[in-house]
T-cell receptor, first 111, second 110 residues
Framework: DTAVSQTPKYLVTQMGNDKSIKCEQNLGHDTMYWYKQDSKKFLKIMFSYNNKELIINETVPNRFSPKSPDKAHLNLHINSLELGDSAVYFC??????????FGPGTRLTVL | GDSVTQMEGPVTLSEEAFLTINCTYTATGYPSLFWYVQYPGEGLQLLLKATKADDKGSNKGFEATYRKETTSFHLEKGSVQVSDSAVYFCAMDSNYQLIWGAGTKLIIKP
């Protein structure tokens, strides 16, 4: 009964490829997020959806596109992967606009 | 703008030592404040929170008090264990998102 799940846990790919990361939450929350965590553990918000609507869209390359088919899912698609995209990507969800529940992370390595 | 500043790590302590990780914030209003913990290889999880001035959050032996006069929310624990080794993040809510500190890595040696 995992609350926030992500797949895959590890993703190794070549530069220029397109890849997707999936996220699902079974907490009934209205809001979901994508974060990028770099090698120094710095956490950067990328996107946030509330009831399938985009509410936060930080300055990220437009190669990154979130998709929310329903309020329990928020997927992240990345086109034309670059070396600098290597990081750990976390999905999170919340009901109140502050206390967030995180998934286990997806470690993306671009070669 | 709103921001959170926390002490740089890594912080290295011996088991049973007293821990303080400093966190200060800048905000226009009175935000809720949080400490999250990230154990190696895992996602972040909420450790404790406080929603108004003078509130004290506590969990797993950790405590933090919301100090409006010093705009601080320092994390403390009286006696740390090796299992407390992790990265600790201070955060506050602002405009329907969390503003995060840079994280402080804590290393506890036996």
């Amino acid at each position: 009964d995992t609350a926030v799940s992500q797949t895959p846990k590890y993703l190794v790919t070549q530069m220029g490829n397109d890849k997707s990361i999936k996220c699902e939450q079974n907490l009934g929350h209205d809001t979901m997020y994508w974060y990028k965590q770099d090698s120094k553990k710095f956490l950067k918000i990328m996107f946030s959806y509330n009831n399938k609507e985009l509410i936060i869209n930080e300055t990220v390359p437009n190669r990154f596109s979130p998709k929310s088919p329903d309020k329990a899912h928020l997927n992240l698609h990345i086109n034309s992967l670059e070396l600098g995209d290597s990081a750990v990507y976390f999905c999170a969800s919340s009901q109140v606009p502050n206390e967030q529940f995180f998934g286990p992370g997806t470690r993306l390595t671009v070669l | 703008g709103d921001s959170v500043t926390q002490m740089e790590g890594p912080v290295t302590l011996s088991e049973e030592a007293f821990l303080t990780i400093n966190c200060t914030y800048t905000a226009t209003g009175y935000p809720s404040l949080f400490w999250y913990v990230q154990y190696p290889g895992e996602g972040l999880q909420l450790l404790l929170k406080a929603t108004k001035a003078d509130d004290k959050g506590s969990n797993k032996g950790f405590e933090a008090t919301y100090r409006k006069e010093t705009t601080s929310f320092h994390l403390e624990k009286g006696s740390v264990q090796v299992s407390d080794s992790a990265v600790y993040f201070c955060a506050m809510d602002s405009n329907y998102q969390l503003i995060w500190g840079a994280g402080t890595k804590l290393i506890i040696k036996p």
